[in-house]
C-alpha cells in the first residue's frame, strides 16, 4: 500500500509541475502579446494627424500628397482628386514609387482614419513624412460640400 501511495505522490507531484510550467508559459506568452499591443499603440499614437483643412492648404501649397490606401475598388467608386491609390496590400510593393515624394508630406487616408494610421506609421519606419486625414475621406468631402 506505501508503495501505491508514494507512487500516486511522486505522479501528483510530477502533474503539478508540468501544470505549474504550462500555466508559467501561458502567462510569459500573454506577457509577450501585451507588450506587444502595447508597443504598437505607442507606435500609432507617434503618427501626426491632420485636420481635412489643414491638408488641403497642405496639397494646394505643393508640400503634401494624398495616398488614398483604401481598397483599389473603393478607390475606383471615388477618391479625392489627386491622390494616389496604394491600397494596403501592395503597400510594400510600391515603395519605389512612393519614395519619389519623399521631399513631401505623404497624407494617408482611408474611409474614417483608422486604417490610414497604420498605413502612416509604415511609411514613417521606412523614412517617409507620413501622416494621417484625420476623419479620412468622410471628413474630407464634408470639408468640401457644395454649399
Not at 501505491?4 to 509541475?17: E, L, N, R, T
Not at 494627424?49 to 490606401?69: F, H, M, N, T, Y
Not at 489627386?82 to 513631401?104: C, F, H, W
Request: charged letters at 25%; aromatic letters at 6%; one cysteine or more.
Amino acid at each position: 500500500m506505501s508503495s501505491q501511495s508514494g507512487k500516486s505522490v511522486k505522479d501528483a507531484v510530477a502533474g503539478g509541475i508540468r501544470r505549474r510550467y504550462r500555466n508559467e508559459r501561458v502567462f510569459k506568452a500573454l506577457g509577450l502579446i501585451a507588450l506587444l499591443m502595447i508597443l504598437r499603440t505607442i507606435r500609432l499614437r507617434s503618427v501626426p494627424r491632420v485636420s481635412a483643412e489643414e491638408a488641403s492648404r497642405r496639397v494646394k501649397q505643393g508640400g503634401a500628397i494624398l495616398i488614398d490606401v483604401r481598397p483599389a475598388s473603393d478607390f475606383r467608386g471615388g477618391h479625392i482628386q489627386g491622390a494616389i491609390s496604394v491600397p494596403p496590400s501592395s503597400m510594400r510593393t510600391q515603395l519605389d514609387e512612393l519614395n519619389r515624394y519623399a521631399q513631401k508630406e505623404l497624407i494617408c487616408y482611408c474611409q474614417l482614419g483608422n486604417r490610414s494610421v497604420s498605413a502612416a506609421a509604415y511609411l514613417r519606419k521606412k523614412g517617409l513624412n507620413a501622416s494621417s486625414l484625420d476623419g479620412g475621406i468622410g471628413e474630407w468631402n464634408f470639408i468640401h460640400r457644395k454649399r
